[in-house]
């Protein structure tokens, strides 16, 4: 056999090679899509996946994804005749929602050398929204959809990174500009290892009015001696906040657990270089009311066979209102989670879902929750639970700290749920501990801070009070409290106190 001979069959032996290799991996990528697609119809209900079609070519596909749900009709509130509630007439006015779809376009190049990259295949997303009113298309102008970029590689894990560009939005006086985002995320082989990080370096929200709950509290209420109560002093309507976040970013790395979506075992870390927060009235100056940096934090998740626990660590230092702190820290300890009630909760988010979209997701009926309750309240204590937080704070030199914390010692019984009910039995097997230290001296400026002036006179009297009711001790230049309430007893700062009426029955 000839020179000539042998490479000629050498070439079509690599052709032939190739083309099998890109055959197998576009077979292989198809039946990825597929399996992803039966997941999410499985997820988010069959009716909202309205397409999941596939075009298979040789060295490359394309994919086409919709998602359609109708956005929740406004609510039309009820108005009172005579004591009989009456619909009103803009309620049948109302025009039902048309429904919104995110459409997702992918273009598939296959392996084994797919986009000059050694892999089985690369898949590049583009997403879209229809049905969305021209108000909102305004208000996006200025702002991209993401992208979604897939590796898979030919032993079976796969790259992804999801990118946002940067934009703006605009609407009704309320602003948001942010840069870059990515996120990048590897997946193991076994589909279950997970690593990552993300890179967020600006978001900027401003113009959000500034409100609270008491604002707005009903003007027709009555007083104790049943005369009309003055109206409530409203905010001023001019005053917006505006949020400002710098320099966001972090990792992760974590092994998934069967059944449970984005959780398992592993590690997270995250840092913000500065975050603010700024007030201002109308045709008034801006004020910073929040401004911390170097913030830096970390959770880490632990598992065994059956509860999980979780961590949580966040630092930093800044200034909230007058008061600069040399330091600020937040711990959490969740501890002992039943898996299996995890499990069912999330099921019943999903459920919530499939049956009247997000807002029943995130607010199940009031039936539904107490069912579900019912069923997995003995299971989750019987995995005796614990929570506990702590705030720690350097200030003008001295340290301070508040914490509690809750935990579960012994599981009821359903015959002592029964015959006493969930509050007293639970109160007799669980522990509760709080506890507080803060300098004397921080008092005047907390009061400041919150709007008030407290002098010397005034400062040592409401400590006096505090000490003589056994609410607080002093402790040098220092006020502490420590509560701790078990079986049945309390005792607050060394001194045993009944329980509130009706909790210790």
Same mark, same amino acid.
């Given at each position: !056999? ?10 079509a032996l690599v052709v032939a090679a190739y083309g ?10 198809? +039946? ?9 119809r499985h997820a988010v209900g069959e009716d909202a ?8 070519? &040789? ?43 995110? $459409? ?11 986009? /000059? ?37 030919? !032993?079976?894990?796969?790259? %992804? ?26 997946? =193991? ?8 990080? &993300? ?11 500034k409100s609270s709950a008491d604002d707005y509290a ?6 104790? @001696? ?34 449970? %979506? ?9 840092? $913000? ?8 009235? /109308? ?10 940096? @170097?913030?830096? =934090? ?6 065994? /066979? ?41 099921? !019943? ?104 002036? #407290?002098?010397?006179?005034?400062? @040592?009297?409401?400590?006096? !009070? ?12 220092? #006020? ?16 045993? +106190? ?8």
């Open positions: !056999m000839s020179n000539k001979t042998m490479v000629a069959v050498a070439a099998g290799g890109t055959w197998y991996s576009g077979e292989q990528v198809h +039946k990825s899509f597929q399996e992803a697609a039966a997941e999410l996946v309205v397409r999941d079609s596939y075009e298979k070519g &040789f060295f490359s596909s394309k994919a086409n994804l919709v998602l359609e749900w109708t956005p929740d009709a406004p609510q039309v509130p009820v108005e009172e005749h005579d004591g009989d509630e009456v619909e009103p007439a803009s309620a049948a006015a109302v025009t039902p929602l048309k429904p919104m779809r995110l $459409v997702m376009n992918s273009d598939i190049r296959h392996g084994p050398l797919a986009g /000059a990259k050694l892999a089985a295949a690369v898949v590049d997303s583009r997403f879209a929204l229809e049905g969305i009113d021209d108000k909102t298309k305004q208000a996006f102008a200025k702002a991209s959809m993401p992208t979604l970029t897939v590796v898979r590689h030919l !032993m079976g894990s796969s790259d %992804w990174r999801f990118a946002l560009p940067a934009g703006e939005f605009a609407d009704d006086g309320v602003a948001a500009r942010w840069a870059d985002m990515a996120y990048d995320v590897v997946v =193991g082989s076994d589909k279950k290892s997970v690593t990552g990080d &993300f890179k967020w370096p600006e978001l900027v929200i401003t113009g959000l009015p009903d003007e027709d209420q009555e007083d104790e @001696d049943g005369e009309e109560a003055p109206a409530p002093v409203r905010a001023s309507k001019g005053e917006q906040m505006a949020i400002a976040v710098k320099g966001m970013g972090g990792s992760f790395n974590t092994t998934m657990i069967e059944g449970l %979506w984005g959780v398992g075992p592993g590690k997270m870390q995250m840092r $913000v270089a500065n975050a603010q927060v700024t007030t201002q009235q /109308a045709d008034g100056p801006p004020e910073v009311v929040v401004d911390l940096k @170097d913030i830096t =934090g970390d959770t880490k998740m632990e598992a065994d /066979a059956k509860t999980l626990s979780i961590s949580n660590h966040i630092n930093g230092v800044g200034r909230i209102g007058p008061l600069e702190f040399e330091s600020l820290g937040y711990e959490e300890k969740i501890q002992r989670l039943d898996i299996e009630v995890l499990r069912s909760l999330q099921q !019943m988010v999903l459920e919530g879902y499939r049956a009247g979209g997000l807002s029943q997701a995130l607010a199940p009926a009031e039936d539904q929750l107490a069912e579900w309750m019912e069923r997995s309240g003995p299971k989750l204590l019987q995995a005796l639970p614990s929570y506990n937080m702590k705030l720690n704070a350097h200030y003008q030199g001295s340290a301070g700290h508040l914490e509690y914390g809750f935990g579960v010692l012994k599981a009821p019984s359903a015959e002592e749920v029964a015959e006493k009910g969930w509050m007293p039995v639970l109160l007799k097997g669980s522990v509760l501990n709080a506890s507080a230290r803060l300098p004397k001296a921080w008092m005047v400026n907390i009061a400041k801070a919150s709007g008030q002036e #407290l002098g010397p006179e005034e400062l @040592d009297a409401m400590i006096q !009070m505090a000490s003589s009711s056994g609410y607080a001790r002093v402790d040098g230049d220092f #006020l502490t409290a420590d509560l701790k309430v078990q079986d049945g007893q309390m005792n607050l700062n060394g001194v045993v +106190k009944p329980l509130p009426m009706g909790l210790g029955r």
